[in-house]
């Protein structure tokens, strides 16, 4: 349905979308995660035609976005980070007038109309000025854009920034509505977000896609990760005793208490070390205060993961500038511009 292609985006010498690729399939949600600048917005404005790339192609339904813009066009809705509203114009009016520009059928027109806007609870501000809306109207105003037409699919970015809980849960119930007969690309920059709604996550950090799975697997993926945690009576020698002997274990660190030792333990080879540590204890006479396992969330896969990604571009930067050290003056200064618009 949609395939990306080695995607890239420079702006000057940096990188905001790094040969991204993926393929996205009819009727599902999918969820684009990544931190504040990761390059999601960049993404989303090249699939949907917005904005050029450097390297690489998007094909949707099999037209290229560049080369067949019109038709590859049609089968998208996309509600921008910043939604393209007319302020000055009645929510009806300006729907009426989206629904010219996507060529809809005359005939077709108020029905669609009616339709989109009975799904996302605008009927009764219908005739009020866009201007005077809250954020979450307004925020479905710009759905109602995406919807009209009922593209195949529907891409929106950040589609829940700005609102408050219970809005929030309304969009979600209305994506998940909609992809019922469309498939939905959404962004966020907020995990909860992404696992409340989508179907498969793909995490993007530095322009980069670390990750693409459905969220039960990224789980699974990092379930050999968990943690368990040991608190002995007993002091910091006879603790590391006790878990040297036991075969199999995880790395482990140490923390002395008064009058006893927590140890935080990795998982290792053993899947459940805890029985074995209880007899290793008692053994050693030292009762047990504490034992907690704890498995890795999907927070801490979104984390672990983002986290290795931008020390992995930090240490490519720093390597670029210690290379570069010659540099013309001009070129640094441009460096220092961009380095200034990715804050
Ligand atoms: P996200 O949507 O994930 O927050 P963006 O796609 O907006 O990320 O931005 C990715 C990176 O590209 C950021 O470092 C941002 O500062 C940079 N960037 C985005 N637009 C421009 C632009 N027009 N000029 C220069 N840099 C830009
Ligand atoms: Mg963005």
């Not at 000057?12 to 991204?20: F, K, N, Q």
């Not at 669609?112 to 105003?141: A, C, H, P």
């Amino acid at each position: 349905m949609i395939e990306v292609k080695n995607l890239v985006k420079r702006y000057g010498s940096h990188t905001a979308v790094d040969h991204l690729s993926f393929t996205v399939e009819k009727g599902q949600i999918y969820g684009f995660l990544g931190p504040n600048g990761a390059g999601k917005s960049t993404t989303m404005n090249i699939m949907t035609g917005y904005l050029g790339a450097t390297e690489g192609e998007v094909l949707i339904d099999g037209h290229d976005i560049l080369e067949e813009p019109e038709k590859a066009k049609a089968c998208i809705g996309y509600l921008p980070e910043i939604p393209p509203l007319y302020t000055d114009m009645k929510v009806g009016e300006y729907l009426s007038f989206v629904a010219e520009l996507k060529n809809i059928e005359r005939s077709q027109r108020k029905e669609q109309i009616e339709k989109v806007l009975n799904m996302t609870r605008l009927k009764d501000v219908e005739n009020r000025l866009i201007r005077n809306l809250s954020k979450g109207y307004r925020q479905r105003v710009g759905l109602a854009q995406a919807i009209i037409g009922f593209p195949d699919i529907i891409i929106l970015d950040e589609p829940t920034v700005g609102l408050d809980p219970k809005q929030i849960i309304e969009i979600r119930e209305l994506i998940k509505e909609l992809a019922k007969e469309h498939t939905v690309i959404l962004s966020s920059h907020i995990l909860a977000e992404i696992s409340a709604v989508c179907d498969h996550i793909m995490i993007i950090s530095n322009g980069k896609l670390i990750a693409s799975d459905t969220p039960e697997n990224l789980e699974k993926q990092m379930s050999d990760a968990g943690t368990l945690y040991l608190e002995v009576r007993a002091d910091k020698a006879t603790t590391q005793t006790m878990l040297s002997e036991i075969e199999g274990l995880g790395t482990w660190s140490i923390e002395e208490k008064e009058g006893s030792c927590v140890a935080t333990i990795a998982e290792g080879k053993k899947a459940d070390p805890r029985e074995e540590l209880f007899y290793a204890c008692a053994e050693k006479k030292c009762p047990i205060l504490m034992m907690q396992y704890k498995k890795a969330s999907l927070e801490d896969v979104f984390l672990e993961l983002t986290e290795a990604a931008k020390k992995e571009a930090e240490k490519a930067k720093n390597s670029r500038h210690f290379i570069g050290h010659g540099k013309k003056k001009e070129e640094s200064r441009e460096e220092a511009k961009q380095d200034e618009s990715s804050l």
